[in-house]
Nanobody
């Protein structure tokens, strides 16, 4: 069973940056695509970015393009989310997600709070 552990969240001022990390407990993590999602209070969980198993292909919703960058280091079983020019509306819990053999795996989430 794969365990995902997010880190790197915190409190930052608007315009600042953070880099989130998602570390997996199993090396098979590198065989699967990974996504970052976020959920603000009272809102649905939405995708922020996705990366293919090799890291060669990435996906961002139109609203996220330009400020967020997803990447991965399969040698470290880790996926990253670089977030620049953060805005108060980026405040949310950020989750790492992957799907392995038709089973969904989520991390526990890391809180990102952006003050104005």
């Amino acid at each position: 069973q794969v365990q995902l552990l997010e880190s790197g969240g915190g409190l930052v001022q608007a315009g600042g940056f953070l880099r989130l990390s998602c570390a997996a407990s199993e090396r098979t993590f590198s065989d699967y695509a990974v996504g970052w999602f976020r959920q603000a209070p009272g809102k649905e969980r939405d995708i922020v970015a996705g990366v293919s198993r090799t890291g060669m292909n990435t996906y961002y919703p139109d609203s996220m393009k330009g400020r967020f960058t997803i990447s991965r280091d399969n040698a470290k079983n880790t996926v990253y989310l670089q977030m620049n020019n953060l805005k108060p509306e980026d405040t949310a819990v950020y989750y790492c997600y992957t799907r392995i053999t038709l089973r969904d795996y989520w991390g526990q989430g890391t809180q990102v709070t952006v003050s104005s």
